[in-house]
């Protein structure tokens, strides 16, 4: 089992930026991804970035050039800046935590990430 632990999210005007923390605990294995989805009210959850733990990144086209995901191994923690946020950027964000070896996915409670106009 793998426990995730999310912070950050809120309320925040278009324009400006929010900052999401995940730690992950329990049975790490080495090989994974770790990174973040959303899921607005009425529609399926979607990618935001994930990060593998050799580095690589991939980003929804929706919020490149706009989001950087970045993870440190050592302590299990994944983090997403996003600037220039958007009305639309209104979601609940889970940490995501995908086992390379099993396919297994672990999922964060959520945090809701609310962007005014």
């Known amino acids: 089992q793998v426990q995730l632990v999310e912070s950050g999210g809120g309320l925040v005007q278009a324009g400006g930026s929010l900052r999401l923390s995940c730690a992950a605990s329990?049975?790490?294995?080495?090989?994974?991804?770790m990174g973040w989805y959303r899921q607005a009210p009425g529609k399926q959850r979607e990618l935001v970035a994930t990060v593998s733990s050799g580095g690589s990144t991939n980003y929804a086209d929706s919020v490149k050039g706009r989001a950087t995901i970045s993870r440190d191994n050592a302590k299990n923690t994944v983090d997403l800046q996003m600037n220039s946020l958007k009305p639309e950027d209104t979601a609940v964000y889970y940490c995501n935590f995908r086992n390379r070896l099993s396919g297994r996915d672990y999922w964060g409670q959520g945090t809701q990430v609310t962007v005014s106009s």
């Open positions: 329990g049975n790490i294995v080495s090989i994974n991804a």
